[in-house]
């Protein structure tokens, strides 16, 4: 057989979804509310701390564990909003990323055979990363229309081989934020058999109507077996920086910057430098930023409801989950061709959230991180939608 072939680990997964849906988009001119990336401007004071930073030539490898001024900015964060004590020095490691971050913590604690308990719907990249670090996942399903998990079919899928659990809240595809009751449950179960909470918490400050982003990292005995990771990129509508860190127990940092270090040596210096300012922005900023995205979501759910989706309202992050079956089709991937090709909008299918594809395929999900106008060229757009499909 000839070896000119990808890895049998490479021939696990597809590629991107999402980031497909992005590439049909252009190619059909469509309105892009499929990946999660704003069109509008990134704050002017962190784009200038990044043309400083490079003007004053910090060009160079930063520590391969990132900057000090950024890990410090972390650590101090970390411990005023949420009051618990981080070690920049022994906790905290800067990646090209939270997708690195996560990448690095997976390569870095899992070993073949390791099971790893998923909530599904689940962000696209957990799957990869599973079967790239070699570990087995066991997928709880989280059950709309708020998403909740059955505690009982969660405690069947630990077991003396589960190693982590990957939790996501402000949630990305659904938009759930866990409750504290939820994320004791979870806990329970961690110190029970353990395991290590592996919490991705990316859209910590993008959460509507008073609901509260509690760190699982604080719940009682779990400081020492969670690690926590998030990144500029969200809060800070930068995604094109490729800058996000772990926050780590001591005891688990050293195997994440080892792999971390091998695969990325480290993250953009400059832009580093920028993150670590971007982190002192005043409590204003991000409470503006919930509101403008509060704003943003009401928007799309009102256009969403009046074509005739139905629509799970999402309380964190900055998607909305809907159900297709009112338009007819076979399945959420022929809608979602249907809906880039002909309609001009793009979203992505429900399937790509799921292990099991048929359970998504009555699915689709928007992005509202947008600028209105191109929210209301979606909406001008799905006028021919509803007019050609819905009966
Ligand atoms: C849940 C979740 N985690 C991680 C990421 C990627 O973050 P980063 O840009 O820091 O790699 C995303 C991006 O969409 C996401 O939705």
């Not at 390791?114 to 599904?120: A, C, G, L, W």
């Not at 990325?264 to 403008?292: F, H, N, R, S």
Request: overall charge negative.
């Amino acid at each position: 057989m000839s070896k000119l072939t990808g890895s049998k680990k490479a021939t696990q997964f597809t590629e991107s979804v999402i980031r497909e849906m992005t590439r049909l988009n252009h190619l059909y001119g469509g309105v892009n509310l499929s990946q999660g990336f704003p069109d509008f401007a990134a704050p002017a004071a962190i784009k200038e701390a990044a043309c400083t930073a490079i003007n004053e030539d910090v060009n160079q490898y930063a520590v391969t564990w990132g900057a000090r001024p950024l890990r410090e900015a972390v650590a101090r964060e970390f411990t005023r909003r949420y009051g618990l004590p981080v070690a920049a020095d022994e906790q905290v490691t800067v990646c090209c990323g939270s997708t690195e971050a996560m990448m690095a913590t997976m390569m870095g604690i899992i070993d073949p055979g390791d099971e790893v308990v998923i909530f599904e719907p689940f962000y696209e990249n957990y799957g990869p990363d599973a079967i790239l670090s070699g570990a087995t996942p066991r997928y709880v399903t989280l059950h709309e229309p708020d998403w909740t998990f059955d505690p009982d079919e969660l405690a069947a899928a630990f077991n003396d081989r589960t190693k982590a659990i990957i939790i996501n809240t402000p949630n990305n595809p659904t938009g759930k934020v866990f409750t504290r009751e939820e994320l004791e449950t979870i806990a329970a179960l961690c110190r029970k058999w353990d395991a290590i909470a592996i919490s991705d918490e990316i859209y910590e400050h993008i959460i509507y109507d008073g609901r509260q982003h509690i760190p699982i990292a604080t719940i009682d005995g779990m400081a020492d077996r969670t690690i926590t990771m998030n990144g500029l990129s969200k809060t800070y509508s930068v995604t094109g920086w490729r800058v996000g860190w772990t926050i780590s127990p001591p005891s688990l940092t050293g195997a994440i910057r080892k792999v971390h270090d091998f695969l990325t040596v480290g993250a953009a210096a400059p832009l580093q430098e920028a993150g670590a300012i971007a982190l002192g922005l005043p409590d204003t900023y991000y409470t503006d930023l919930a509101e403008a995205y509060r704003r943003r979501r009401d928007t799309l759910l009102e256009i969403l409801e009046r074509h005739h989706f139905t629509c799970y309202k999402p309380y964190g992050a900055y998607y909305i989950m809907t159900d297709i079956s009112a338009f007819g089709f076979p399945n959420d991937i022929e809608f979602a061709r249907y809906l880039v090709k002909d309609v001009g909008v793009a979203a992505v299918p429900g399937s790509s959230f799921y292990k099991n594809a048929a359970t998504g395929a009555t699915k689709l999900r928007f992005c509202f991180c947008k600028r209105d106008e191109t929210l209301r060229e979606a909406d001008r757009r799905m006028a021919k939608l509803v007019a050609a499909t819905v009966h």
